[in-house]
């Protein structure tokens, strides 16, 4: 194994054992309210790059101590201080302050980052698929988002109200809702 397989393996130790359990549970979407977490683990993941910057996509895996298991989808963003223009600073989006040799950054919510967002909005728009897990992830855009993304999809605003979901309006008339909790099968806002 090398370094850098150590450091990785360090980090998704930590993050899994000491930013997550603090993270999660101050999250209004988090419905494990209440209970203990025994166990997090951080599932499939994937690295998405794009023009406008590089994210993890990742499913979280919870484990409650009642045994209750639990899905999530967080996307994660490091955040250097020389380039955090477009990035929402509050503490409801911070998981952890990071360091690469000189650099200084945190880490935050993908959502938290108006670039993440507006490639998110380009993905679907060019029906971007990509490898996820086992499988593919596929950004699918409707039969209205053509005339929807016609007046811009900038700017960005993040409605200032958490709910079980995450959402985020674009331009005039598009609404990007991020769903956290993640299930198997058709999404009933689908159906």
């Given at each position: 194994?090398?370094?850098?397989?150590?450091?990785v393996r360090r980090t998704l130790k930590q993050l899994?054992?000491?930013?997550?359990?603090?993270?999660?549970?101050?999250?209004?979407?988090?419905?494990?309210?209440?209970?203990?977490?025994?166990?997090?683990?951080?599932?499939?993941?994937?690295?998405?790059?794009?023009?406008?910057?590089?994210?993890?996509?990742?499913?979280?895996?919870?484990?409650?101590?009642?045994?209750?298991?639990?899905?999530?989808?967080?996307?994660?963003?490091?955040?250097?201080?020389?380039?955090?223009?477009?990035v929402l600073h509050s503490s409801d989006w911070l998981?952890?302050?990071?360091?690469?040799?000189?650099?200084?950054?945190?880490?935050?919510?993908?959502?938290?980052?108006?670039?993440?967002?507006?490639?998110?909005?380009?993905?679907?728009?060019?029906?971007?698929?990509?490898?996820?897990?086992?499988?593919?992830?596929?950004?699918?855009?409707?039969?209205?988002?053509?005339?929807?993304?016609?007046?811009?999809?900038?700017?960005?605003?993040?409605?200032?109200?958490?709910?079980?979901?995450?959402?985020?309006?674009?331009?005039?008339?598009?609404?990007?809702?991020?769903?956290?909790?993640?299930?198997?099968?058709v999404n009933p806002d689908m159906e």
């Amino acid at each position: 194994s090398t370094g850098a397989d150590r450091v990785v393996r360090r980090t998704l130790k930590q993050l899994s054992e000491e930013v997550l359990p603090d993270f999660l549970p101050r999250r209004r979407w988090f419905a494990g309210k209440g209970a203990k977490i025994a166990k997090i683990t951080l599932a499939e993941r994937a690295l998405w790059r794009s023009a406008s910057g590089q994210w993890l996509l990742a499913l979280i895996d919870i484990e409650l101590t009642d045994g209750m298991r639990q899905r999530y989808f967080l996307p994660l963003s490091s955040v250097w201080e020389d380039s955090s223009e477009g990035v929402l600073h509050s503490s409801d989006w911070l998981l952890a302050k990071i360091r690469e040799n000189a650099r200084v950054g945190v880490l935050v919510d993908a959502f938290a980052d108006s670039a993440f967002c507006l490639a998110l909005v380009r993905a679907i728009e060019g029906s971007l698929q990509m490898p996820f897990a086992d499988g593919e992830l596929h950004f699918t855009p409707t039969a209205a988002f053509a005339e929807l993304a016609k007046p811009g999809i900038e700017p960005v605003q993040h409605l200032g109200r958490e709910q079980s979901n995450t959402s985020v309006i674009l331009g005039e008339a598009l609404f990007l809702k991020g769903y956290r909790q993640a299930r198997s099968g058709v999404n009933p806002d689908m159906e």
